[in-house]
Each structure stands twice: as C-alpha cells, then as structure tokens.
C-alpha cells in the first residue's frame, strides 16, 4: 500500500515560470509544495513533501500538468516540521527502485536521519504519525552544505542560506538570476511570517533571518504556506515590518 488512506483530492499545480510549478496546500496541515525542472535531463526536484496524505493528491496534479513522479530524483526541504516532510516516506516506498536523494540542513538532517519524532511533530499539536497512516523511520539524508551551489539543469543555480527563527535547522532556497525564493515557512504573503514559539524556535533569529532576506533581490516568493507571489521584495518588507512590530510588542 504505497499512499496513506485518504480522500484526497487533486492537488492543483500551476507554473510559476518556464520549468517552476507551484502546487498549493490542502487544507488539512500541508504545505506548498515547487517542482522545478531540469531542463537538459527531465529530471524533477520537489520542494517539500507535504504531509504525505496530500501525496496521492500532488502525483495526480503532477500528472495532469505532464509531470512524472517517476522523474523526481531529489527531494529539498526547507524545515523538518510534519506539514513538510511526511510526505517523504510514502514516497520513497513508492520509487524504491529508484529513490530520490533528501536533502536538508544541520539540525532538520539530524532529526530525520534519527527519526526523531517529537521534532517532526512538535510543541502539543495533537497529532502524530498515526494520525497520517505512517511510521517515522530514520531516513537516509544528504547534507545540505551553505557554499554549495544546488544546479538544476542550466536553468537553475540555488544557492542555499541557513535562516533559522521557525525551526533551527530551517534554510531558504535562493535562485538569483530568476530572483527566485523558497523560504519554507520564515515569511509568507500579506505580512505573515512563521511561528517562532515551537521547540528550536526563536523571534530574534526569526527577524535576523527575515532580515536576511529582505536584503535580497526577489521577485517570486515561494512561501510553504498561504499564495506565491510576483511581487516578492514588497511582500518580504511587508512581513519584515510587521515582525519588528511584534517584537516592539514586548
Ligand atoms: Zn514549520
């Protein structure tokens, strides 16, 4: 049984620009999911593997808009949260003959590597692996290092920065000529950001982070949760204002 029993439905995708799709969150604990194209070999790189009941729902969204999850040979995540990685052990059953590579950051590496599973469920959510039909197992997990250059096809260079402040281990993926940003959940659209009150979490290394950021040139804003945007330095400043307010709270 590769999928996890669910009703799920399609998972809507849509592309962003030529090579990058964007599949949307369902509604129950998921999150935004990117696919970007090599363009020499077809090969796929997923951006966060949802919660794993979603799973069935994005193959099929894959599949409507011409994409193989056969052709999905490397997995990034950007944080080790439930919403994001879940996904990843139905997954890797069903290309066991020929599995993606995971990559993650630091402490988000460790934690999936041991299965750690208080971290990957954390704070008291009320949920846990058999909420989702799954088992955390330790996984085997590739090292995400902060001076390499992630290269997908000749279309896309990602440059990878540690930003934590939601999880400690959490990065953002950086594609600079096409001002692409994937931040996981550090900041979303509409002047959100991510929580920073969960085990690893921190509101100053959250603004530094934000901070960070901001400094960037973006125009795609690929957040894990909530709408993308093509207007990404206004939204980040945006999120950037309205975290500083908070701290002036306290
Ligand atoms: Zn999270």
């Known amino acids: 049984m590769f999928f996890p029993d ?3 439905s399609v998972k809507l ?4 620009i030529k090579d990058v799709y964007y599949f949307g969150e369902s509604p129950m604990l998921d999150c935004n999911q990117f696919i970007l194209v090599d363009d020499a070999t077809g ?16 193959l099929e969204g894959m599949e409507n808009l011409g994409l193989h999850y056969q052709k999905i040979t490397r997995v990034f995540l ?30 988000t590496a460790k934690i999936l590597r041991e299965g750690n599973e208080s971290k990957i469920f954390p704070g008291n959510l009320g949920i846990n692996p058999a909420t989702f039909g799954l088992e955390i197992i330790p996984l085997d997990i590739v090292d995400l290092k902060l001076d390499e250059l992630i290269r997908i096809g000749s279309n896309f260079t990602m440059k990878v920065f540690h930003t934590p402040g939601h999880s400690h281990g959490s990065v953002c993926y950086y594609e600079e000529t096409k001002k692409i940003l994937i931040p996981g959940d550090l900041v979303f659209t509409g002047g959100s950001f991510g929580r920073y009150d969960f085990p690893g979490g921190s509101l100053d290394s959250l603004i530094n982070s934000i901070k960070f950021v901001n400094d960037l040139d973006i125009k795609y804003l690929l957040p894990g949760h909530m709408n993308i945007s093509d207007n990404g330095n ?17």
């Open 13 to 16: 995708g849509r592309s962003v």
């Open 78 to 107: 950007t944080h080790e949260h439930v919403d994001h990685v879940l996904g990843l052990y139905p997954l890797i059953e069903l290309l066991e003959k020929n599995p993606p590579t995971i990559h993650a950051f630091g402490e």
């Open 234 to 250: 206004q939204q980040v400043d945006y999120s950037y204002r309205m975290v500083q307010s908070i701290k002036s709270f306290f």
């Open 6 to 8: 669910s009703n799920s």
């Open 43 to 58: 090969e796929l790189s997923l951006f966060d593997s949802g919660n794993g009941i979603s799973l069935k729902g994005l």
